[in-house]
């Protein structure tokens, strides 16, 4: 068994290898920008997490490896253009492709990642190809729905937390849930320990996203390598937000809606004045809460997996990894 | 068999059908620009083409419905995000969808659409399926090439007309190729008759877009549905412009490239001005050779395909009919 690092070199080998290859492709203002998306880096958590899921039913990994890049490739074209509509200027510190190159390449490449996760799909040999196919191609579209969501709640006054819960599901948490299921496929795998896999995943996938929201208000700003309070500046309707926003009554909720609404507060303003509401209602508490929720979820999948406590403790390890537990 | 009338009627009521079940699927702003561009009607070229090769070989065309989707689907993806880059107002007489809705929109219900063409393609039980994935696949990445190299070109000062040939094999000539293969494939045909399929569409469609390049220039304004001189106008790069700057020499060629250049010259002066060129250097007579030398290549490949006359008949019609003829 291979454990999180081991994976990580061995997918980077392969993914250097494609890279190569497109490099040599034509047009190179089509493939260029695909390599320097994929070589931004990244932690590639989802093709490892394939790789580990595969590797728990059948140790010849090489085979999984063509659905390891479609997944890493497909989510980084998701990355691509989700860019252009968030109108993000950096990704991973490095110029984005609509900044460096156009909006119009950043599309058209962004295209093409997309074809290129099938063409590498088509190299799957196994015998559940179909399945596979079908449920990348769910998991894609689904993504597709929640960037729509994301963008359809930033313009709406009525999001609930459950609406946010629903749309974080779509956009992150099942394309970690599928590469866990897809990885267990093409081992051939049992149906229902591939659908343990995907429950754990997708728990695993929401407590992940949740102390992300977390850490944007509470997180240290040494540690946790973004700038606290981005998510409170810009007003995005993240957990943390939505939650007050149900919670908060009479002059606190005016205090929250004013702070919201106002052109005149300057950002350290905005977050000195927004934590202390979040203090105020517990709101760090809450989110830690549900994060738990979902993460001992995904525990009790991982103990129903029925694969020795050896092999599957990989899986353990990454999780708490992700959740930056030491335990 | 069934013509070419009798196949977009049987097509007709298959996508009504999907496009009804696509209208009930939600976030509503992420399909309901997939509907509007489905519906925007069109000729359903490629899906007739697909559903008639398949008809050469097995009369179940039930069955080729879903890659006949799919192909449609991916073609209306492909407008849809040209639209973007080339800064379309209208397609079809209707507003575009970034000018309907917004840049985003497009962006990402072209997204759905181009994995929504995967779905309708796993979806076939043929047992080819793994060819006929292949196929698509290659033909999706060579048309988002052909795209790549138009836009390259309207930056580019040395474009020549062979250049121009290999972009609107892959831009346009490709996808109609691959519907005829795609549909033999998936009525088990024998290998070499797809492949000659696929040849027959590929220099059909070479034709076609030569004979698109002609009327742009030398149609009748009211048989040709577009405004005479549009491609002029534009500095289009086409098959006639760039023949025409291949052989202007001297004056003429001076004439050209300030009528091409200058900002100051009124739209019917500009068209006046390189009609005249084109009709002294014969650029009509030189476009029409070549769109023959493709079409007659076409017309061999028919007469080699092995099928009896009366079942290959329907496909010289369109072919005819493709290329306005009456014989």
Chains 1, 2 share one sequence.
């Not at 407590?207 to 390598?225: K, V």
Request: negative net charge; proline residues 2%.
């Amino acid at each position: 068994m291979h454990n999180y690092k081991e994976l990580q070199s061995l997918f980077a080998a392969k993914l250097d290898g494609e890279i190569s290859q497109i490099n040599q492709r034509e047009p190179i203002y089509l493939y260029e920008p695909v390599v320097y998306t994929l070589k931004m880096g990244g932690k590639r958590l989802r093709p490892v997490l394939l790789l580990m899921a595969h590797e728990l039913f059948n140790d010849d990994i090489e085979k999984a490896l063509p659905v390891a890049m479609a997944i890493e490739m497909f989510h980084n074209f998701t990355l691509l253009h989700d860019d252009i509509m968030d109108n993000a200027d950096l990704r991973r510190n490095h110029p984005t492709i609509h900044v460096k190159y156009s909006s119009n390449t950043a599309i058209l490449s962004g295209d093409a990642m997309s074809i290129l996760s099938y063409e590498y799909l088509n190299r799957c040999k196994s015998q559940n190809f179909r399945e596979i196919f079908d449920v990348f191609t769910h998991t894609a579209l689904k993504i597709c729905e929640g960037q729509q969501y994301d963008m359809d709640f930033e313009r709406e006054d009525h999001t609930t937390v459950d609406d946010y819960l629903k749309m974080i599901g779509l956009k992150t948490a099942i394309l970690l849930a599928a590469s866990l299921k897809i990885g267990a496929l093409a081992a051939n795998a049992p149906k229902n320990e591939a659908d343990l896999l995907y429950e754990f995943g997708y728990n695993l996938g929401m407590a992940f996203q949740l102390r992300d929201d977390y850490l944007d208000s509470f997180g240290n700003t040494n540690t946790f390598g973004k700038n606290i309070g981005g998510d409170i500046v810009s007003n995005k309707k993240t957990f943390l937000l939505l939650t007050a926003m149900e919670l908060a009554k009479g002059e606190t909720k005016n205090t929250l809606k004013k702070a919201i609404s106002s052109a005149q507060i300057t950002p350290e303003n905005k977050i000195e004045q927004i934590l202390s509401i979040y203090n105020q209602l517990e709101i760090g508490r809450l989110t830690n809460e549900k994060m738990e929720e979902y993460y001992n979820k995904s525990l009790l999948c991982w103990e129903n997996l029925n694969v020795p406590n050896n092999k599957k403790q990989n899986l353990l390890l990454i999780a708490n990894k992700m959740m930056n537990r030491t335990n």
